[in-house]
């Protein structure tokens, strides 16, 4: 058999569900985290969040922009120019404007667009700042 690698960690910054139920959807989490040993990472008022995976009710802060009611996606990008060739590619191809490039309240440095992609998904583009990574991805080799 071939060796494979993987790399994990370098294409998805995070996932945003926005939900009808926070209890009922923080209950389930929790429990199904609990069983895969990931640490519920905080909550606040109409959100919580487990490593990458943040839930939210409709009226959360962290839900912002035109609620699609359908998923919220970012991709990492290296630097702010990334992040602008984004957001005007996607206008280019048929995305609908939801968030022009800029920082954003989250931390500092945090710099994103957002785009509704054809199907009303929330896709975001992030660059973090100068913020250093311990590495570039994690590296899965079997």
Known sequence: METQELHRGRLIDHIQLVVKDLPAAQKFYTAVFKELDIPLGGSGDGYFWADELFVSTPESDAAQGVLTGRH????????????????QAALANGGKDNGKPGERPYHPGYYAAFVLDPDGN??????????KRSAPSVTIVF
């Open 122 to 131: 929330n896709i975001e583009a992030v660059y973090h700042g100068m913020a």
């Open 72 to 87: 919220h996606l970012a991709f990492q990008a290296r630097d702010e120019t990334m992040v602008d060739a984004f957001y």
